[in-house]
């Protein structure tokens, strides 16, 4: 069948739409019209969509934890590797890409061109040896390049002023034990900072309770799973104090993507008075006896452990000191008084599926149990 080419275009149009979108039998300006709308709600929705993220983005450092800012050896010597995959993948990127619009362009069919079939070649032993030999090299250069710094990061020699925390992944949240110091924290790591002729690095043991997870905190190091039965180690040296985020990097269950990690980069004296209010039992505050007993009737203390309580439960984060977070459920919400009581009575308003059950509490006895929390600085 013949078209002329306008009617060629249109039914290519009317056989797209039937396949996608359009109803049978419509006439063409209706498909018209149709697509462009489509097309048109979907572009804003994609534009919607970016827009919305934006404010995320434009936070800064703060919320997007970026690999380009390295600020711990373990991240510069990934930095550098990486630029140096880059540098090579985009050298040969550009020069095959370049090669390719070159033949494009240079050696097209143009109209005066006689129809005929291009010059065939068989078998160049030259041209092949090339294209084996080359990549294997580049290869092999990458393979050395990473493993050097692989077992650079892995065998650097551990410092005696290093501090060790054991980091134990629990679906979904983050337990940090200072077996040194005695302290058991969740979510919101305090490491001292180092420095570059006097090193005092932090040493993680990583272990975990059930699943797989993975702990990643770009700025500071690469990406270490935690397996259970099987601990692993990773170090930390960062040179600049501030807070540092991170998240879990092994899809580990249901509420994975709000297993968040914060690091907080202290000054040696920001540090020690961290420590020093850690290492203290639970405030017992006579004013709010109420919400301390009914936290101590419930099954919380099956659960979570609050010092100088009969609460020993190891299942969730530790809550003896739980006011010096400065958010809670591994960072899916800030640490107020209005986000704990929402929290206590349904823990699945801010993370469905997690592994607190909502304990039934009426909102009186959940009010009183927050305002006891809320004294546990
Ligand atoms: C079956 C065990 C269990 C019981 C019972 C339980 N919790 Fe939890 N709780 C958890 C787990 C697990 C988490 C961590 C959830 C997450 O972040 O994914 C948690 C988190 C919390 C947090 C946030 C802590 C933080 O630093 O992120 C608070 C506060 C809390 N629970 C209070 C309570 C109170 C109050 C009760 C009793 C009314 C209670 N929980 C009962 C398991 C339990
Ligand atoms: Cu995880």
Excluded at 110 to 127: C, F, M, T
Excluded at 272 to 296: L, S, Y
Excluded at 334 to 344: C, G, H, K
């Amino acid at each position: 069948m013949h078209l002329k080419p306008s009617e060629r275009g249109n039914s290519r149009r009317t056989l797209v739409c039937k396949r996608r979108i359009c109803t049978i039998g419509m006439q063409r300006t209706m498909h018209r019209k149709r697509c462009l709308y489509l097309m048109r709600s979907r572009l804003w929705f994609l534009v919607s969509l970016s827009l919305g993220a934006m404010p995320a983005l434009a936070q800064g450092t703060a919320s997007t934890p970026s690999i380009f800012a390295p600020e711990s050896t373990p991240a510069h010597e990934i930095y550098g590797l990486s630029l140096f995959v880059l540098l090579i993948t985009g050298t040969i990127f550009a020069v095959v890409a370049g090669l390719l619009a070159f033949v494009i362009v240079r050696y097209r069919a143009r109209k005066s061109d006689e129809p005929h079939e291009p010059a065939q070649i068989y078998g160049s032993l030259q041209v092949e040896l090339a294209w084996t030999i080359v990549p294997l090299l580049i290869v092999v250069v990458l393979f050395l390049t990473t493993a050097r710094i692989i077992f650079a990061v892995e065998d650097a020699p551990k410092p005696e002023s290093a501090l060790d925390v054991t980091v134990v992944g629990h679906q979904f949240w983050w337990e940090f034990r200072y077996p040194k110091l005695g302290i058991v924290t969740a979510n919101e790591l305090h490491i001292p900072v180092s420095r570059r002729l006097d090193p005092e690095p932090t040493y993680l043991k990583l272990y975990s309770a059930d699943v797989d997870h993975s702990f990643w905190v770009p700025q500071l190091a690469g990406k270490t799973d935690l397996i259970p039965n099987h601990p692993n180690e990773m170090w930390l040296d960062p040179l600049k104090t501030g807070l540092y985020l991170g998240q879990c990097a092994q899809f580990c269950g249901i509420e994975h993507a709000k297993m968040l990690i914060r690091v907080y980069v202290d000054t040696p004296r920001q540090f020690n008075e961290w420590v020093k209010n850690q290492q203290r039992p639970a405030v017992e505050d006579a004013a709010v006896a109420d919400g301390r007993r009914i936290f101590e009737t419930e099954a919380c203390v099956n659960c979570h452990t609050i010092q100088g309580t009969s609460a020993h439960g190891t299942f969730g984060p530790d809550l003896t000191h739980l006011m010096s977070r400065a958010t809670i459920a591994a960072g899916a919400a800030d640490n107020t008084p209005e986000n704990l009581r929402a929290w206590v009575y349904n823990p699945d308003t801010f993370k469905p599926g997690v592994m607190m059950p909502a304990m039934q509490l009426s909102k009186e006895d959940v009010d009183k149990v927050v305002v006891y929390l809320t004294t546990l600085h």
